[in-house]
């Protein structure tokens, strides 16, 4: 089997390698990757955005599945242009993919549906008196989202209600284009985030693993937002009770909500969730693997990734069991300092070779190029180095200990993935120990 990977990310090296390790797959192209990828796949010049160029590569070099890596080709539809070409691909199509591009209709989905999820309300951009107004009346804090697609960017929670009326004011005025014509205004919910990862077929559905990422740009979550500066997996916060709750009460009822719709959910349902006192409850649906959870998931992943995404293809998953293993994964990710504003490109990254054959590492490249024997940085994540280890105090110390051996001064990363989930265990560990002595 040929496949083609959709994308230039981390995300999509993940994906690529993957793939390319599959006994069912032949041959792994990319469209249209990175100097990085071109390790594990076959790099072709062609667009994530450019459809008929995706659909003209499928039909020239016979490729029988695409695996679709971010969200903006599946929001414009990439999966019914191939599935009217007959061409097999991992992924939803637009309606189904509505479950990301749209927050508002996720919002009336929930409700319907019955999963937990916040309260809100949607304001449209003639309707921002309106929304001052609620915003006066209810307080802060608050969380203001953009409805459409934002680059991860288009989510303020707002502490103040100074700062909820300035993202309400921002976002009509255009800072996210047509994807903030459309507000959707919810509660603040407390708790602790998490993410579970499903994958589907329009009628089966299985756990893929969870995750936690780190979305601020500095140590100690400071900063701003950024499309995610580091992940890890699986997060003791989902423990198994939890996931089963958060699969049962909010992925199975999406699943068979988009089947009762007309729309059935096909490839990968990423569920972000806020563990709050009443259970888990949805932030957001994503309709693909995170980045850079997909660095943290697929490496964990004992099942064939190339038979998984064929089967949720073609709706043969209730035929196989996705396993993964009890190993743990973190992922750090190096970025051009400005990330995320505007960052100098073209820094030249030294010691990458110093990472080969480290045991339990591995490096997804993000945004790279390789150019007279140099590897140079072309983007504002850039690289992803990620440790495997028995627990994940060893994957935290073998990640750390391949990014020190990499020179690049322009470059920047947080040096705290997973503390949180590190000190959670190791207080875990003292009241057990003072338990026994007792």
Not at 207 to 234: C, L, V
Not at 309 to 320: I, M, N, S, V
């Given at each position: 089997?040929?496949?083609?990977?959709?994308?230039?990310?981390?995300?999509?090296?993940?994906?690529?390698?993957?793939?390319?390790?599959?006994?069912?797959?032949?041959?792994?192209?990319?469209?249209?990757?990175?100097?990085?990828?071109?390790?594990?796949?076959?790099?072709?010049?062609?667009?994530?955005?450019?459809?008929?160029?995706?659909?003209?590569?499928?039909?020239?070099?016979?490729?029988?599945?695409?695996?679709?890596?971010?969200?903006?080709?599946?929001?414009?539809?990439?999966?019914?242009?191939?599935q009217e070409a007959g061409i097999r691909a991992f992924g939803p199509t637009a309606a189904?993919?509505?479950?990301?591009?749209?927050?508002?209709?996720?919002?009336?989905?929930?409700?319907?549906?019955?999963?937990?999820?916040?309260?809100?309300?949607?304001?449209?951009?003639?309707?921002?008196?309106?929304?001052?107004?609620?915003?006066?009346?209810?307080?802060?804090?608050?969380?203001?989202?953009?409805?459409?697609?934002?680059?991860?960017?288009?989510?303020?929670?707002?502490?103040?209600?100074?700062?909820?009326?300035?993202?309400?004011?921002?976002?009509?005025?255009?800072?996210?284009?047509?994807?903030?014509?459309?507000?959707?205004?919810?509660?603040?919910?407390?708790?602790?985030?998490?993410?579970?990862?499903?994958?589907?077929?329009?009628?089966?559905?299985?756990?893929?693993?969870?995750?936690?990422?780190?979305?601020?740009?500095?140590?100690?979550?400071?900063?701003?937002?950024?499309?995610?500066?580091?992940?890890?997996?699986?997060?003791?916060?989902?423990?198994?009770?939890?996931?089963?709750?958060?699969?049962?009460?909010?992925?199975?009822?999406?699943?068979?909500?988009?089947?009762?719709?007309?729309t059935p959910y096909r490839g990968i349902l990423y569920a972000g969730l806020m563990l709050?006192?009443?259970?888990?409850?949805?932030?957001?649906?994503?309709?693909?693997?995170?980045?850079?959870?997909?660095?943290?998931?697929?490496?964990?992943?004992?099942?064939?990734?190339?038979?998984?995404?064929?089967?949720?293809?073609?709706?043969?998953?209730?035929?196989?069991?996705?396993?993964?293993?009890?190993?743990?994964?973190?992922?750090?990710?190096?970025?051009?300092?400005?990330?995320?504003?505007?960052?100098?490109?073209?820094?030249?990254?030294?010691?990458?070779?110093?990472?080969?054959?480290?045991?339990?590492?591995?490096?997804?490249?993000?945004?790279?190029?390789?150019?007279?024997?140099?590897?140079?940085?072309?983007?504002?994540?850039?690289?992803?180095?990620?440790?495997?280890?028995?627990d994940l105090v060893e994957a935290y110390d073998r990640a750390y200990a391949a990014v020190?051996?990499?020179?690049?001064?322009?470059?920047?990363?947080?040096?705290?993935?997973?503390?949180?989930?590190?000190?959670?265990?190791?207080?875990?560990?003292?009241?057990?120990?003072?338990?026994?002595?007792?």
């Open positions: 089997m040929r496949v083609l990977v959709v994308g230039s990310g981390g995300r999509e090296h993940a994906l690529c390698w993957a793939l390319a390790a599959s006994p069912i797959v032949d041959g792994v192209l990319c469209a249209p990757g990175n100097d990085g990828i071109a390790r594990d796949a076959e790099c072709v010049p062609v667009a994530a955005d450019d459809h008929e160029g995706i659909l003209a590569l499928c039909r020239e070099r016979g490729v029988d599945l695409v695996v679709v890596g971010p969200e903006q080709p599946l929001v414009a539809g990439l999966v019914d242009r191939l189904a993919a509505r479950l990301e591009g749209s927050k508002a209709f996720t919002k009336e989905f929930c409700r319907r549906f019955g999963i937990p999820t916040a309260s809100a309300r949607i304001f449209r951009a003639e309707e921002q008196d309106a929304a001052l107004a609620w915003l006066r009346e209810h307080g802060a804090p608050v969380v203001v989202k953009a409805d459409g697609l934002a680059a991860g960017k288009g989510v303020v929670v707002a502490q103040t209600l100074a700062e909820a009326e300035e993202a309400v004011r921002e976002a009509f005025a255009g800072r996210f284009g047509e994807a903030g014509r459309t507000l959707v205004i919810e509660e603040y919910l407390e708790g602790e985030e998490a993410s579970l990862f499903a994958v589907c077929d329009g009628e089966t559905v299985q756990e893929i693993g969870t995750a936690q990422d780190h979305k601020r740009a500095f140590d100690g979550d400071r900063g701003p937002n950024t499309g995610g500066m580091g992940a890890y997996s699986p997060t003791p916060a989902l423990d198994g009770a939890t996931a089963q709750a958060a699969m049962e009460r909010i992925v199975l009822p999406a699943v068979r909500g988009m089947k009762e719709l007309g709050t006192a009443e259970g888990p409850k949805l932030l957001e649906f994503n309709v693909r693997f995170g980045d850079p959870e997909a660095q943290v998931i697929l490496p964990r992943l004992m099942s064939d990734f190339g038979e998984i995404a064929l089967a949720a293809a073609e709706g043969g998953l209730r035929h196989l069991k996705v396993r993964f293993s009890d190993e743990h994964a973190l992922c750090v990710v190096l970025a051009s300092r400005g990330y995320p504003g505007s960052c100098v490109k073209g820094t030249e990254i030294r010691g990458l070779g110093r990472l080969a054959g480290m045991e339990g590492v591995l490096v997804f490249h993000a945004g790279t190029k390789h150019e007279d024997g140099r590897w140079l940085a072309v983007g504002g994540r850039v690289l992803n180095v990620v440790g495997l280890g028995r020190k051996l990499i020179d690049w001064p322009e470059g920047f990363w947080r040096s705290d993935i997973g503390h949180r989930a590190i000190r959670r265990l190791a207080a875990a560990d003292r009241s057990t120990s003072e338990g026994r002595g007792a």
